[in-house]
């Protein structure tokens, strides 16, 4: 047979690469980004109530209304602005659905699309797929700080979309205003289209407040933004994620979403309602909750060897292993998961060209126990390595 690739040089995501490796080796996970705990047993008794009460049909394309009415409710209460469940809010398969179907809206044959560098993995093989091509800003290590006179210099006539990440995974780092102000100023009278992707939106650290876009005048007009009740509520196997835009661009969203997965399981999406009805501030102890995870793990781990770097937000912390190995990232984190049974994530898939790093991400949203035991075993390791150097 005669096939050609349209990805030719796209393998298995790291994600499910590590989570494979992990179950192979017996290594405990804290790789992948997922809980290890339970959803709160209240929205698993909602999902049983809506199924035994009937709600197994297709749901609308757009999304159950109830649900869209408590995200329009949820986004008055956090960004402080109105937005019409009908016209402006889209449910979707967890939010990379709602990443791929904003990207195959915007971009077209030619086009760039501006990512940074490290990038979640999902952005650029859908410009691609878009006939679109991206154009990869770094954020340097440690900082990992936006460049935006270098964003400036990189546009062209072809720039139609900047995909921001905040917090970002997976560096652990958040935009503030300002950045959300540079960014405006950048792309004002400009036809270019911000793709926001803001699932971690609950989870910034040490009292900062999440920048949204959806908060900032000028932004919220021409921005796609992606959230995802998979990391709000715990449940990421629920897949349930959501989009919002203004009437247009949702316009645009929904022509390709309702040709890739059409409509949203319906008893998930009358599960989360019913819940946010009742717990409309289900979110709240969220950042608190991560912090003391974050601070278990960093705490364990520094002067190990494995140095924790500081996070801001998202579920995640990067430690340097620098000061144990100078091994590539991908050949130490396989040997974390041979010889010191533990699964992470290597930063180098995240970029199109790696820079010289030592630096592997840890997920945190575990059990205090699995954090414990993750970082005993990479303790116990450190030590070791340190003693045969
Ligand atoms: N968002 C998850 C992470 O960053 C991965 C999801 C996936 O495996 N595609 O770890």
Request: charged residues 20%.
């Amino acid at each position: 047979m005669r096939f050609t690739s349209k990805l030719p040089d796209v393998g298995t995501t790291i994600f499910t690469v590590m989570s494979r490796r992990a179950l192979e080796e017996g290594a405990l996970n804290i790789g992948q980004g997922f809980p290890d705990y339970p959803i709160d047993p209240r929205l698993a008794a909602c999902l049983v109530d809506v199924v035994g009460a009937g709600h197994n049909q297709y749901a609308p394309m757009e999304g159950v209304v109830e649900l869209r009415e408590q995200i329009s409710a949820k986004l008055h209460t956090c960004y402080g602005h109105r937005f019409d469940p009908h016209t402006e809010i889209t449910v979707t398969c967890g939010g990379t659905e709602a990443l791929y179907d904003a990207i195959q809206a915007v971009v077209g044959p030619g086009d760039e699309a501006i990512i940074f560098d490290p990038a979640y993995d999902a952005y650029e093989p859908a410009v691609r797929l878009a006939g679109g091509r991206c154009i990869r800003i770094p954020l340097a290590p440690p900082a990992f700080r936006f460049d935006w006179d270098r964003v400036r210099q990189s546009l062209s006539d072809r720039t139609r979309l900047i995909i921001i990440n905040s917090p970002q995974n997976p560096s652990c780092t958040v935009a503030d205003r300002g950045d959300l102000d540079a960014l405006a100023v950048l792309i004002r009278d400009r036809p270019i289209t911000v793709l926001a992707d803001e699932v971690y939106e609950h989870v910034l650290f040490d009292g900062r407040r999440h920048a949204s876009v959806l908060a900032h005048p000028e932004l919220r007009q021409c921005s796609y933004a992606v959230f995802s009740f998979g990391k709000t509520l715990h449940a990421t196997g629920w897949r349930t994620g959501y989009c919002v835009a203004p009437p247009l661009l949702t316009r645009e969203l929904r022509k390709v979403h309702q040709f890739n997965t059409f409509s949203i399981v319906s008893p998930l999406q009358y599960a989360i309602a019913r819940y946010l009805a009742q717990y409309p501030d289900a979110w709240v102890g969220l950042a608190a909750f991560f912090q003391a995870k974050r601070d278990l793990l960093a705490g364990r781990l520094r002067g190990s060897g494995f140095e924790p770097i500081p996070a801001a937000g998202s579920y995640f912390q990067l430690v340097d292993y620098g000061a144990l190995s100078g091994d590539a990232d991908m050949d130490f984190a396989d040997r974390l998961i041979r010889e010191a049974k533990v699964a992470t994530i290597p930063l180098s898939p995240f970029y199109a060209a790696p820079p010289r790093m030592t630096l592997l991400r840890l997920c945190i949203a575990k059990n205090d126990s699995t954090l414990e035991a993750a970082a005993a075993r990479l303790c116990e390791f450190a030590a070791a390595s340190r003693k045969n150097r």
